[in-house]
Every structure is written in C-alpha cells, then in structure tokens.
Nanobody, 129 residues
C-alpha cells in the first residue's frame, strides 16, 4: 500500500522560505514521477512541480519558476519542495502525488493531476503580507 505523507508547511511572511517534505512508503516505481500540487479553497488544483525519480528531470509551473526547487532523496524515498521568495499568492494546501508507472529516466513528468494516482493528505502553507 502506497502512502505519501507531507510535512513542513506553516505560516511565513512574504519573502520567506519553507521546505516541504513528502515521505513515500510502499512506492516502488524507481523511475516514476512524483510531484507537488496546491489548491486554494474554491479554486482548481494547480500543478507546481514534478520530478522523475532516478533521472532527476524536473518541470515547474510558470508561477513558481526561479523560486521553487523540487528535489529527491532516492535512498530516503522522499521528495522535497524548497520554496523561496514566498508571496501571499502561494498560500494553499500543498499535496504530494506520485504516478504508477516507470518510464525512461530522461523522460519528463507532467504536472497534470490526472496523471497521478497516489496522493497525500496535504500540508498547509500560509504566506502573510
């Protein structure tokens, strides 16, 4: 059984930083995709960033490019999202997600929610101005 557990959310002031962690258990797709999504109440879920396990190829939403970095500790089965220069528009519930297939390690992943099967419960990020 695959479980994704997020941590690291919290409240920060604009300009601050947070690092989110997603610990995966039971996830054996060594070249699968893992990603971060976010959702504000009443709004659609937005793909933030994704990473190909083992290969390290990353994809970012335009809204976070240059500010957020997704990375992986393969040995720990953990994916991180380093978020810098946060602004109030980044306030949301952040979810970790994983897909259910292996691809070539050089292949990029998507940030479409429909491509991901496993989801965590989310961690809240609140940025105040």
């Amino acid at each position: 059984q695959v479980q994704l557990v997020e941590s690291g959310g919290g409240s920060v002031q604009a300009g601050g930083s947070l690092r989110l962690s997603c610990a995966a258990s039971g996830y054996d797709y060594t070249s699968g995709c893992m990603a971060w999504f976010r959702q504000e109440p009443g709004k659609e879920r937005e793909g933030v960033a994704s990473i190909r396990r083992s290969g390290g190829r990353t994809v970012y939403a335009d809204s976070v490019k240059g500010r957020f970095t997704i990375s992986e500790d393969f040995a720990k089965n953990t994916v991180y999202l380093q978020m810098n220069s946060l602004n109030p528009e980044d306030t949301a519930l952040y979810y970790c997600a994983a897909d259910r297939r292996n691809e070539f390690t050089w292949a990029t992943c998507s940030i479409r929610g429909s491509d991901f099967v496993y989801w965590g419960q989310g961690t809240q990020v609140t940025v105040s101005s």
